[in-house]
C-alpha cells in the first residue's frame, strides 16, 4: 500500500505562484514507476495536468506548458508541482496520483484557488 499526501495548496492572487508538493510513503521497496497530477474543477472531469516517471521522462498538458513544470525527487518519493503565472481557470482540486507495481494510488487533493 501507498500512501499519498498532498501539500502547497491555498489562495493565490492571478499571476501568482504556488508549489504543490506530494509525498508517497508506505512499504515502497521498487521505484515508483509514474508520479502526477491531475486536477478537478467544480462541474469538471479531472484532468491531467503532469507526469513524471522514474526516469525523468515527462508530460505535460500542453495548455500548461510554460507556466507549470513537474519534478520529483526519487529518493524522497516526492513530486513537485511548480505553477507559476497563475489564472483563475487554474482554480481546482489538484491530486497527486502514483502508478507502483501496476497499482494507482491517489492523494486526497489540495485546493487551489486562483482569485483576486
Known amino acids: 500500500q501507498v500512501q499519498l499526501v498532498e501539500s502547497g495548496g491555498g489562495l493565490v492572487q492571478p499571476g501568482g505562484s504556488l508549489r504543490l508538493s506530494c509525498l508517497a510513503s508506505?512499504?515502497?521497496?521498487?521505484?515508483?514507476?509514474?508520479m502526477a497530477w491531475y486536477r478537478q474543477a467544480p462541474g469538471k472531469q479531472r484532468e491531467l495536468v503532469a507526469r513524471?516517471?522514474?526516469?525523468?521522462?515527462?508530460i505535460m498538458k500542453d495548455s500548461e506548458k510554460g507556466r507549470f513544470s513537474i519534478s520529483r525527487d526519487n529518493v524522497k518519493n516526492t513530486v513537485y508541482l511548480q505553477m507559476n503565472s497563475l489564472k483563475p481557470e487554474d482554480t481546482a482540486v489538484y491530486y497527486c496520483?502514483?502508478?507502483?507495481?501496476?497499482?494507482?494510488?491517489w492523494g486526497q487533493g489540495t485546493q487551489v484557488t486562483v482569485s483576486s
Open positions: 513524471i516517471t522514474s526516469g525523468g521522462d515527462r
Open positions: 508506505g512499504i515502497i521497496l521498487f521505484p515508483i514507476s509514474s
Open positions: 496520483n502514483a502508478n507502483y507495481l501496476s497499482q494507482n494510488y
